[in-house]
């Protein structure tokens, strides 16, 4: 069944976790209808405050990942397959070098291009927000992915952080017991993401499994092999560790490795998040115990749905009126249920 606040699935089949992803995707249509500030009675066109200008013959849309990964690029794919359709629309996907200042360059070089659209996965929430207002006074709208921005925009399209790490201290607590120690593997401090994801894993185990006791909580940058390290040290403290929560796959993989040095495989509770195909085909291995799924494709898709109906339809960025969200629904994938995530949905 799915909950329909949080949108998570418990032990849902195939066609439910489609089902919902469906919902999510006419819940995202009437969303970016609605942000737009109306139709105009003179001309019909959506959200123009005057009379339509003629369309430009190519619209320019690009995504400017944070750097180079799985899921940003999963995203890029899922904007592709949709924007390949529209032959006036060019896309590209830009590198943001893990730099604030390189994403603002970007930005800036976007914006004079005349882009249409652009597709941000913002390093720092904060620091982009002037390019985002920058964007608007230009007529380019953004829209953001996974991480918001704080100054608004046209819409934003994430994974369920919080609700989805409250889920996993849920199924995680029962495969532990509903007792023991459980360390953190975490990213650097200051990302919202971050926060979301410690957060909700942190009150799920307070709801859901008082008996467990978080007992160390470190940064591991994101990074398999960090995370390698870091657990080694924590076991050496904690030789009694009964799971490991890493609030992405990579890190929760670093744990796996771990486990399999120190003979801890099938003892060790690890759950990781996001999704990705390594961590799928390790759940099904029987190794790594659990992670959050989300669709990043189907995410990239109505990413781009929302950029094509801003595009072609010449809405000016000023006209958006209210902010467009759409939480993802998820799957926490254990090794019970891992098989209703087919091949074509793995990224």
Same mark, same amino acid.
């Given at each position: ?214 007992? @160390?909580? %470190? /940064?591991?940058?994101?990074?398999? $092999? !960090?995370?390698?390290?870091? +657990?080694?040290?924590? #076991?050496? *403290? ?73 595009? @072609?339809? %010449? /809405?000016?960025?000023?006209?958006? $009126? !209210?902010?467009?969200?759409? +939480?993802?629904?998820? #799957?926490? *994938? ?14």
């Amino acid at each position: 069944m799915s909950d329909p606040v949080t949108g998570s699935t418990r032990a849902t089949p195939r066609r439910g976790f489609m089902k919902q992803a469906m919902a999510a995707s006419a819940a995202l249509g009437t969303a970016a209808t609605a942000l737009i500030g109306g139709t105009d009675p003179r001309t019909g066109s959506l959200g123009l405050a005057g009379a339509a200008a003629a369309a430009p013959s190519t619209l320019k849309m690009a995504f400017i990942q944070w750097q180079p990964h799985t899921v940003p690029a999963a995203w890029s794919k899922g904007i592709e397959e949709v924007l390949k359709e529209q032959p006036s629309i060019e896309y590209r996907l830009l590198d943001g070098q893990n730099k604030v200042e390189v994403q603002v360059s970007l930005m800036d070089t976007l914006i004079n291009e005349g882009s249409a659209v652009i597709f941000l996965q913002p390093i720092d929430s904060v620091a982009l927000a002037p390019s985002i207002n920058k964007a608007k006074r230009a007529g380019v709208s953004v829209i953001t992915l996974n991480i918001d921005a704080s100054s608004d925009h046209a819409a934003h399209v994430e994974m369920s952080h919080y609700h989805g790490a409250m889920e996993i201290a849920r199924v995680m607590g029962e495969k532990m017991g509903g007792k023991g120690e459980v360390a953190i593997l975490n990213a650097p401090p200051g990302i919202v993401i971050r926060d979301q994801r410690t957060n909700g894993f942190v009150d799920g185990m307070k709801k859901h499994h008082p008996g467990i006791r978080i007992v @160390a909580d %470190q /940064v591991a940058d994101w990074s398999r $092999k !960090k995370a390698q390290d870091v +657990l080694a040290t924590i #076991l050496a *403290a904690r030789p009694g560790l009964a799971g490991v929560y890493g609030v992405n796959d990579s890190m929760a993989l670093g744990a796996v490795d771990v486990a399999k040095e120190k003979g801890l495989l099938g003892k060790l509770v690890v759950f990781g998040n996001d999704g990705e195909k390594d961590a799928l085909d390790s759940i099904e291995k029987g190794e790594l115990t659990g992670t959050q799924y989300t669709d990043v494709y189907q995410q990239g898709r109505f990413a781009a749905s929302v950029a094509t109906l801003l595009g @072609a339809g %010449q /809405v000016h960025a000023t006209a958006v $009126k !209210k902010k467009a969200r759409l +939480l993802m629904p998820y #799957l926490i *994938a254990t090794r019970e249920n891992v098989r209703q995530i087919q091949p074509s949905q793995r990224w």
